[in-house]
């Protein structure tokens, strides 16, 4: 991360050198905070930290959500069917047809496989 910059009267700002994915400016907005508690300094106000804090925070909740959908599609699908074996049945067939959908959608938009689309 590069050193911060005043610009004007604003507060400082910090521009990360890596990729957005890359796992160290992943972690930029969370030095650039505690840089700024060390000088007393607010940081994270702008929409970058915003979003680093509503991913951490997706992150964390996404297995419980994960969970309890498919606890009551198993559930609805047992009360509807009474068979054990077609809720599993159906549970994989959704994780399977969503895995290969984003599959098609990684190769296509992030492997660059069909530029015309893009």
Known sequence: ??????????????ISRHAGS?????????????????????AGRRQCGLDHDQHKALAADLPIAIGILALTTFAILFAMTGSVVLPIKALLMNVLSLSAAFGVLVLIFQDGRSPRLA
């Not at 991360?1 to 910090?14: E, I, K, N, W």
């Not at 030095?31 to 700024?36: F, K, L, P, Y």
């Open 22 to 42: 890359d796992q160290r400016s992943e972690t930029a907005p969370d030095e650039a905070r505690a840089r700024a508690a060390e000088s007393g300094a607010e």
């Open 1 to 14: 991360m590069r050193r911060p910059q005043r610009l004007g009267r604003s507060s400082p700002r910090s």
